[in-house]
């Protein structure tokens, strides 16, 4: 069943020997696949979309993104990071704010720097 969703198209850059071999590949495996031989690359920072994203982001949102990338269930935050797993449920949910000695917690437990939970 295909879903319709408004997603910014992936844009991949491939370089190097064999790139050509591998575009051909690619062209065959995936189905409307669009190739442009574009060299002007465009900082991801500039794009209004991420700006919008960045911009929406809560720290909530982040936690929730690195704890997903590490694998881990809230359980096994919980015991990693000595914070009470209905804590970091409420804390994923944007219920309960991210003070700074929680958010060194995190980044330690999650292997990141702390900055990334204190969101203005």
Not at 2 to 27: C, E, F, N, S, Y
Request: with cysteine; glycine share 6%.
């Amino acid at each position: 069943m295909q879903v319709h969703a408004k997603t910014p198209p992936i844009d991949v850059r491939i370089t190097g020997t064999g790139a050509d071999i591998l575009v051909d590949i690619l062209k065959k495996s995936i189905k409307g696949l669009k190739v442009s031989s574009d060299d002007e690359a465009i900082p991801i920072n500039s794009d209004p979309w991420f700006q919008k994203l960045r911009n929406s982001r809560t720290s909530g949102d982040v936690l929730w993104c690195y704890r997903d990338n590490a694998g881990l269930t809230l359980d096994e935050l919980s015991k990693k990071s000595g914070i009470a797993k209905s804590h970091l449920s409420e804390m994923e949910n944007n219920k309960r704010p991210i003070g700074l000695k929680t958010a060194k917690k995190l980044a330690e437990a999650l292997n990141c720097d702390f900055h990334r939970f204190i969101i203005a």
